[in-house]
């Protein structure tokens, strides 16, 4: 994983497309520049690392949950600001995810057997049923403890309110966003 993230920073925040380069066609951030209206804004709600982003690979939950991907850093959006001037940008701790996460869980709990019993009518063997019930147990529960690691400050919520370049220049924000915490734990 730290190889991963080691590799060329640029191409890590690039890769918005699955080819891994950034095309006209493929930037995610110049298709919702053209959704907007003039004085329109965005409101992108991102699941982050603080500090290293790293490829979703190699790993159980790779296989499993997340087949091809980037979990990003922090500040990925602001390095990217051609179409789309980062207005305002903010930090959710990690650990109001993790309290989602415990909730998913005590709702699975309660619910396992149903569970179970909508995969087999799905046609999954009664094995198979409880083996996925069971991954995402084990799913739920290994997420609540890395959101909630060092009080939620290693994986984010990272919130940003993007605003089309033009306005953003006019009005002079999108400069310098103050990064700030949202919310304490």
Not at 69 to 85: C, I
Not at 161 to 180: H, I, M, Y
Request: proline fraction near 4%; charged fraction near 25%; glycine fraction near 6%.
């Amino acid at each position: 994983m730290i190889q991963n993230a080691l590799r060329s920073e640029h191409a890590a925040y690039a890769s918005f497309s699955a080819r891994g380069r950034r095309t006209d066609e493929d930037c995610l951030l110049r298709r919702i520049s053209t959704w907007l209206e003039d004085d329109g804004k965005a409101f992108i709600h991102v699941f982050s690392h603080r500090t290293l982003p790293y490829l979703f690979e190699g790993t159980w939950a790779a296989r499993r949950f997340f087949t091809a991907g980037l979990m990003p850093s922090h500040d990925p959006l602001p390095r990217f600001q051609e179409q789309m001037a980062v207005a305002d940008s903010w930090i959710v701790p990690g650990t109001h995810d993790a309290k989602t996460l415990r909730a998913r869980l005590a709702r699975l709990d309660a619910s396992a057997e149903h569970a179970v019993e909508l995969l087999m009518r799905d046609g999954r063997s009664p094995r198979e049923a409880r083996r996925l019930v069971a991954c995402w147990r084990l799913f739920l529960l290994s997420t609540d403890e890395i959101w909630s690691y060092c009080r939620g400050n290693r994986w984010l919520v990272s919130h940003y309110l993007l605003e089309p370049l033009a306005v953003g220049l006019l009005e002079g924000s999108g400069k310098n966003p103050d990064v700030r915490l949202m919310y304490s734990s």
